[in-house]
C-alpha cells in the first residue's frame, strides 16, 4: 500500500504565499511523476503543476510566474510553493504521485487527501 499525506493549507490574503507538501509513503520503491491538481465544487479535477522523474516541470497557464513546483526524491515528497496568492486560487488541492511499488513492481498513480487553499480579498 502506497499512502499520502498533504499539508500545508490554510487560509491566507490575496498577494500571500503558501506551500503545500505531499510525501509519499509505503510500498514506495521509485517515484515517477508528482503533480498538483486542484477542484472546486461541482467542477472537473484540473493541473496546476507537474514535475517529473529528471525535473521537467510543466504548469498551467493560471500559475505560471506564481507557482513553482519542487521534488525531494530522498523523502519522496513534492512541494508546491505558491506566491502572489488570488482569490480565485481558493480551492482544495490535490497531490498525485506515480509510484512503481516495491511489492509488484506495478506503476501506479495515488492521490492525497486534499487540502483546502483559501484566498481572502
Known amino acids: 500500500q502506497v499512502q499520502l499525506v498533504e499539508s500545508g493549507g490554510g487560509l491566507v490574503q490575496a498577494g500571500g504565499s503558501l506551500r503545500l507538501s505531499c510525501a509519499a509513503s509505503g510500498s514506495v520503491f521509485i517515484t515517477k511523476a508528482m503533480g498538483w491538481y486542484r477542484q472546486a465544487p461541482g467542477k472537473q479535477r484540473e493541473l496546476v503543476a507537474i514535475?517529473?522523474?529528471?525535473?521537467?516541470?510543466n504548469f498551467a497557464d493560471s500559475v505560471k510566474g506564481r507557482f513553482t513546483i519542487s521534488r525531494d526524491n530522498t523523502k519522496n515528497t513534492v512541494y508546491l510553493q505558491m506566491n502572489s496568492l488570488k482569490p480565485e486560487d481558493t480551492d482544495v488541492y490535490y497531490c498525485?504521485?506515480?509510484?512503481?511499488?516495491?511489492?509488484?513492481?506495478?506503476?501506479?498513480?495515488?492521490w492525497g487527501q486534499g487540502t483546502q487553499v483559501t484566498v481572502s480579498s
Open positions: 514535475i517529473t522523474s529528471d525535473g521537467t516541470t
Open positions: 498525485n504521485i506515480v509510484v512503481i511499488t516495491t511489492t509488484t513492481r506495478s506503476v501506479g498513480g495515488y
